[in-house]
């Protein structure tokens, strides 16, 4: 089994099975407060795994927990490091591998899943987040490959507010905001990641801004 | 759970040094710090996003090498699963540094089944000391001196009661050593820089104000600090010179400015330690490594029949062992681990030693 961890946006944790069947989903909406609510809803995914499929009624059996899927964003830093932090601490705890997935991937097998299910071509389309400062961050996306993973037409950037449809005509993309990065799907990204033996992601978060700090300038006259 | 001699490891990431300690009791078995400071030196300061930054890079390896110099130290494999508990810095400190240590340390307990107990950084300087083999008695003083806190403290009971006497009200010690280097052209971190330009200055050259120590000051801030005033004056007396076209005696202004600094610090703990009649004082923060402090407050201490502690520098800098040594006395002392709720505090107040404290382990 998988445990997704993501807090690229709000906080979201999940446990799914290595065929995507999800045992159990714990979340809050809040764009802040990560480093709060981590905790809880670890222990409660793993907790509610612990009864089969979400919707089974069966009595609880071991979660065995083989890989751990970190949101590796983008999204705003102080929030996304919790989650890859805990990614990384619980995947030491267990001596398991930790995987690292873009946070935009997870959003993106949501909707192409979704059009599948409905029998939907889905034509080329951008994950939208809010990045914050007034600017989103997006990364375009078209369709599934023989993996079963989102084909990423560009990698995760961002653009001012003001300028985003503009960017996304100019690469044939519909918008696709997103207000949450649906844990389990992260998971379920890893999942197939592992199956073809792909990396899909680097171990470093997608921070795409530089700190924001400037060199001190030469001291100031204080008078006197 | 070993309630007597629990096994317990410390994350602690409130400013720029990511530690991770392992101790058993008040064994140290491992002492692990990954340092950002050189991030920091262009500038001049602790740039709190590139140091939350650091803290997720620096994790997973401290870790690992915590573990391996635990395994060392007890000359037998030590693993995560070994532990009894998990500790970790909910404060005080830079909150988005601190949110790093608190996301992982709740991972940790959860994904070991472990409890964690979420403890203060200040209050974890002084349990440094319990690690060292020869702890100070209680009741102590204690002044704790870093870039980021400057504080005097009225210790008891380490694991029930701590009481602030002072803090200061605006820069730290060690920032204003980073000032001040910054003022004479110095580089960054400002204290061992200071040190090497005071060599052969004269203390007594020029006359710094001590802060808040007139007797107008002793009825509100007898046991408060600040040294924003110091710098002002340092930069003012050198750019004096400059205009008058003299050369600034670099090394007297170091060694007097950090005469000053020295002696507000002594002189308050030590007016601590008469007036609560407690013989004792015990020093921490990193702040400590400077030599004439520690020069002085000996001398100082040992003219006023007070006793002075000084654990090893690498326990006086933040460090990970200090807060796994904190929760290791609390367990000894039976109290329930923290609740998963509690978040990064950046003001913790000391009275709270541990944060969070409900469930019963
Ligand atoms: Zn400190």
Redesign the pocket.
Known sequence: MILGIDTSLGTAVAVVEDDGVVRSAATSPNPLGHAEVIGDLLQRALADAAFGPIGATGAPEPVVVTHVAAGMGPGPFTGLRVGIAAATAFALARGIPLVPVASHDAVALEVLLADAMSGEETPRFAVVTDARRREFAYTVYDGLDDDGLPVRVTEPALVPRDDLDARLADLGARRHDAAAVPAQLLALVAARAIAAGRRVAASEPLYLRSPDVSVPAPRKKVGT | MNRDNPLVLGI?T??DETGIGIVRGRRLLSNTIASSMDEHARYGGVVPEIAARAHLEALQPAIARALADASATEGRQITLADLDAVAVTSGP?LAGALMVGIGAAKALAVGLDRPLYAVN??V??IAADLLTGDAVAYPTVAL?V????TSLLLVRDLTSDVQMLGETVDDAAGEAFDKVARILGLTYPGGPEIDRAAVGGDPTAIRFPRGLSRASDMAEHRYDFSFSGLKTAVARWTEQREAAGEPVPIADVAASFREAVVDVLVTKALDACARYDVPRLLL???VIANRRLREVTVARATEAGVEVRIPPLNLC??NGAMIAGLAAELIVAGRPASSLQFGADSTLPVTEIQVAEGVRA
């Open positions: 602690e409130s400013c400190g950084h200040l974890g300087h704790l870093s870039g980021g806190h921490g923060g990193g800098t933040d």
